[in-house]
């Protein structure tokens, strides 16, 4: 008979809460208390940090304040994200054991590819694309990141069901010019949701079920509904104590100034590009890149993959990051060189 | 040195093997803690690295602070209880020493050991060293360090 994990729901709350009980059920299934456990999970309008961030670098405060956008701090990693209701979390609990292997890449690979699969079978073609997220034709439709304690593992993810775009775009300091009718076009060339993909709003029910199937067949269990138990709302209510206070968000503070938002617009003979970044200048690293401009390239999603590859890459890398990038994809640049962009990048950072 | 499947152990230092953490009796009586080259392995390219406070008493196997890598945050345990003297700002600035260099520049904090006696009975060195992460490694079914 198939092993059995546990599916709970615990349905539309605020962001302190739900990452709460993020660090509740990871304790709780690493000190033993609960079985493997799915998690489905909604959030009124919030603001999520990765845990090493900054407010004060990724987000644009004073909107978040003047419109009850709820600004916290996850304890996974990754980059910020704005999360409100049209939206689905869904999280993974599981003791390491259970997975027959410790390299954290791999583990990703695997939790996500399954909920690629499941993503798909509502009828678009939904890939995992590294380091991590599920992507849509080059455009992200699930953001990802993990945490561990001990022998247990958190791994979650968004599910973009409908998605304000432009939200998106007020809330979070990222590298485009802030609600140009560009930027929008550039966001959406980035993001995808189910509703635009399949022409309705598919039912969250459907979608719940989808992805259980997936996880379900990937690791050969079946999943059961179950409610949460007095041992993880125990320490519920004592992470919450701790989140829910100013301190936990201002545990990592850094100022804007030290990650400036940088453009380079640069004529090359085969096109014009723009390098849109955000750099960590204390460390000379790429958080995030954007390239747009009037260029050819085959096909299109080839700059959302060569964006992907740059996160995080320190400046002194980029040459040959970008080399490998494009001696692996089978990208035809037509007028452009791999260089063109290495010149970009270097320009808008001097 | 033991090289245990392309990871490299150096025989001077104490190792919590479960923990994936190594811990350096220092000239002053103070613990140099790090991550091994089998824990940076595993976390791929560390790309954030942030200490608990300086003054702060850590118990053993308890969190001295988080490594980022891959978007996972996990916590990187004490091998030895005490209170934090020191923390490493050039791999906190530049995280990736830490994959460069686990056992040099990539070091991550160090401790005042409340009780180094008591705690490093805990702790592996040498061939038992070896032994253990060969084990740990074949449950694990870790290919091997790059």
Redesign the interface.
Known sequence: MDKVWRVVDTGLRPAAENIAFNRALLEARQAGEIPNTLRFLRFTPSALLGYHQSAEQELELGYCRANQIEVQRRITGGGAIYFDETQLGWELYLAKPDLGCADMAQISRRICEAAARGISSLGVEARYRPRNDIEVDGRKISGTGGAFEGNALMFQGTLLIRFDVEKMLRVLRIPAEKLSGKAITSARERVANLADLLGFVPDTEAIKWVLSAAFAQEFGVSFLPGELTVPELVRYREALAEIIRPEWIDQIVRPAADMPLLQAVCKFPGGLLRASLAFDAPARRIKQVWFSGDFFVSPKRTVADLEAALRDVPLAEIEPRIAAFFAQAQADLQSLAPADFVAAIKQAVE | MALVRGCNFPDDLYYDVEDNVWARLEADGNIAIGMTSQGC?????I??W?AKKVGRVVDQHKSTG?V????????VKAPVGGEIVAVNEAAV????TINADPYGAGWLLKLKPADWERDAPALLSGAAAAEAFEAKMQ????AGCA
């Open positions: 392995a595993l976390s791929g390219e790309v954030a942030t988080t980022e890598s891959g978007k996972w945050v996990g916590p600035a530049i995280p990736s449950a694990e079914g870790f």
